[in-house]
């Protein structure tokens, strides 16, 4: 007869130290059917829209409750920022937890119904008892008091200026990567925008017409 031994928690959560390692994350399903991505390294625009797009298939493969380790990325500047905008839209039966450094500002920049936990343990914990929080503060934040629809908007802005900046810095590659990570999760740019996508491919074909062709997809 065939027994099925059962896993504790505690050594599930032991196994993502060994988990396989994907493109910039590790991945791990609890025997609960919760999901955990562990981001293994900073986050820049490119790996941004990738998780962008791994965590969309997991919710429509059925994924309700998903874990992100966020904290091997740097606690304040752009990637808290990133990663914000890749939880914004999500249905309101998706929860998820992120685990950030205490004072970390993803506290305050991401949505609402996202929770955020000091450790992997306390996240799963979150997820299990149905009901997200965030660490406690001994005095409440300012994002703190903003509506969580401003909040998204908030974000969104946060990651057009990145692309301006870039762009002001000749990055025209970075900065139409912030573009596309907008438009996945805003939809169509509004006119301002779409023109100056149109002006920064241009610059960016000047910067790299002497260079091997590197094809940018999903440009219109």
């Known amino acids: 007869m065939t027994r ?49 797009t791994r ?4 919710i429509e493969r059925g994924c309700r409750r998903l874990i992100v380790d966020a904290g091997a990325i740097d606690p304040s500047g752009e990637q808290p920022g990133l990663l914000a ?13 992120v685990v950030a450094p205490r004072g970390s500002a993803l506290v305050d920049l991401l949505p609402a119904s996202v929770g955020v936990a000091l450790s992997l343990s306390d996240a799963y914990r979150q997820l ?22 401003e909040r998204h908007a908030l974000s969104i802005r946060q990651s057009l200026r990145w692309a301006e900046r870039a762009a002001r810095e000749g990055d025209y590659d970075r900065a139409l990567d912030w ?16 023109h100056a996508r149109d002006v920064w491919i241009a610059a960016w074909a000047a910067q790299t017409s002497h260079a091997p062709h590197r094809p940018r997809p999903g440009r219109r």
Do not use: N, Y
Request: hydrophobic fraction near 45%.
């Open 4 to 52: 099925s031994a059962s896993i504790s928690p505690g050594r599930e959560l032991a196994k993502l130290a060994t988990a396989g390692i994907g493109v910039g994350w590790r991945s791990h399903t609890f025997q609960d059917g919760v999901r955990s991505l562990t981001l293994v390294g900073p986050l820049d625009v490119a790996l941004a829209g990738r998780l962008w």
């Open 55 to 58: 965590i969309s298939e997991l």
């Open 128 to 149: 299990r008892a149905g009901a997200v929080h965030r660490p406690g503060r001994s005095q409440p934040a300012p994002a703190g008091r903003i509506p969580a629809v």
């Open 85 to 97: 905008a890749i939880f914004a839209g999500r249905p309101a039966s998706f929860q998820a937890v």
């Open 179 to 194: 573009l596309e990570l907008v438009e996945r999760v805003e939809g169509r740019l509004d006119d301002g925008w779409r």
